[in-house]
């Protein structure tokens, strides 16, 4: 009965607190469920997430190469585009994106909203332009209507197109994950082999770039500091964007959230498997060689990043009508 | 008081059988709700009916072309393949298809069970094989046990992995359209104008192939009966099936059910409108040339058959491991 008395509320509480002391203490924190989101918007950009009139052909949509049934990616090494293009990058994952500092593995769009216009026009990918896009929507009674609800605007333009998309993407946080569990104050909500990897995680300086609540995302790094990264991959990173010599082949940071979902891995998707992934991060990023358990340990603790993954109805796209522009997949 | 006397419980119910009587007389019935299902194949089948890794490229699944957010079809002339190939035929809807008397245009599939392996292997379409595609499913644990959980036996083949597929098309029905409420006695549930069309539509003849609860998918009738139709596709129809010279150009008359949500229209989908195609089927099956008039309200008709729309959640798909083949899209 004494050892019980030690759990009362009060004791419990101060427990909480404990936890809580130690909560503010990690480096990683957990994802938030959505705060706050206009659900108008949302039900809008979902339908548009999904809707591959937005593309040339009329076959690719946002969800072709992000998609929401694998993580939000197309765990392809790079993306296929119009008539089947062969992407220059590995498409990184759609989920929790909303907490990056910037779009694309460069950087190059400030927010999800800049970021949605891009592949729309871009030939390699959906190979449309924002005025067919937005013709092509004038043209559908329904999406009228509905963008008059959200918008409360006359005509539709892609301004709000992408801002409906980007409001739905912000809904594609991934809560809810063991390890939050456990920065909660869970303690058995991870295996002690698990626990084990993210003190290695931590001490071996992984934790430098993949911070926060995304465990990336909020950086642009160079792929390749203590050794070069040899890759056949072209892309050149946030020197594109900057224009300075010294950002060559630095990459955003990607967010380690749900990697066990997000395979193959880097911007060339040239690491199929997260054990390759952390040896090479640790031998160029950080200069170690993990050792098979090391390695083995690290990767169990990725796997206890992979939240509640965004749950919905598959939505129902509002009919093409005669007015409608007919898709063009092999002009 | 007289007046609404007459709507007693008694006379309504006599109403009733009338109304039955007169249902009973009509050459289409209602779409009905799924009556038998296995549950556990239908939530494996929903999976793989998402899953692009049962196609080469990682990057097509059975909803590419029958995408169930654009009425189970993907509304192109014809479909887009593996490496973009063009399809040589229009992708038919797969809502209600269960209720097809044969499966394809030509009919070469007795039921979903055997149609769902075509595509699979079709190297203009998943360009996969049966063997690949079981043995990329064993790689994946989650899926192992599902299969287990619902086959209850020690391995996947390609027999389960069809017939859970098949189990989740049967569950893709189109109850409770508007014409389906007419039939059962909602007298007010369409217009005078659709009723027109609904009379015009069986005077003319069109019933005759376009009967039964889909309005259609239970006979193969000639295109062109008394026009030739004039096509640059090649397809020959059902004699590809039976070799007899008497069945070329005959092809599976399509559902006329979610029509408004399934164009473009025909085998070879040269169809853009439902005015167009009512045109022609008058001018070719019928030698019947309809006032702009009579078209309008046949169309009118066909956009009452759009039924409910399958709902569910979409799918999680379950990751690959380490030890899952990668897809291989520009081999």
Not at 82 to 109: E, M, Y
Not at 116 to 127: D, R, S
Not at 244 to 253: G, H, L, Q
Request: aromatic content about 8%; glycine content about 8%.
């Amino acid at each position: 009965m004494k050892k019980n008395a030690f759990f009362t509320p009060i004791a419990t509480a101060i427990l909480l607190v404990a936890a809580g002391v130690a909560l503010a203490q990690e480096p990683v924190e957990p994802i938030s469920p959505v705060k706050e989101v206009n659900l108008g918007k949302v039900e809008l950009g979902k339908k548009l997430y999904f809707d591959p009139r937005l593309s040339k052909s009329g076959f690719i949509s946002c969800n072709s190469c992000h998609n929401l049934s694998m993580g939000g990616t197309d765990n392809l090494k790079t993306s296929i585009g119009h008539k089947w293009q062969q992407g220059p990058i590995n498409s990184p994952t759609v989920l929790n994106s909303s907490l990056n500092v910037a779009q694309f593995w460069d950087g190059r769009a400030a927010d999800l909203k800049a970021q949605a216009g891009g592949p729309i026009a871009n030939p390699g990918e959906m190979a449309f332009t924002h005025t067919l896009a937005v013709d092509m929507l004038e043209t559908i009674p329904e999406y009228v209507i509905e963008f008059k609800l959200v918008f409360g605007k006359a005509l539709i333009d892609i301004d709000q197109v992408t801002d409906a998309i980007a409001e739905f993407e912000k809904t594609l946080v991934t809560p809810n994950s063991r390890f939050d569990h456990w920065l909660l104050g869970e303690t058995d909500a991870i295996t002690a082999e698990e626990l084990g990897g993210y003190q290695l995680f931590k001490l071996s300086g992984c934790i430098a770039c993949h911070n926060g609540s995304s465990l990336g995302g909020t950086s642009f790094q160079k792929m390749g500091i203590v050794e070069p990264y040899q890759t056949a991959n072209t892309a050149q990173g946030l020197i594109a964007v900057t224009g300075k010599d010294a950002d060559r082949f630095k990459f955003k940071v990607p967010t380690l959230r749900n990697v066990a979902l997000t395979y193959p891995y880097f911007h060339d998707g040239e690491a199929a498997t997260l054990s390759h992934a952390v040896d090479i991060m640790g031998r160029l990023q950080l200069g170690k060689q993990f050792t098979p358990q090391e390695n083995a340990q690290i990767v169990a603790f990725l796997k206890t990043l992979t939240g509640d993954q965004p749950l919905f109805d598959l939505p129902m796209l509002p009919p093409s009508t005669d007015k409608t522009p007919k898709p063009t997949p092999f002009d």
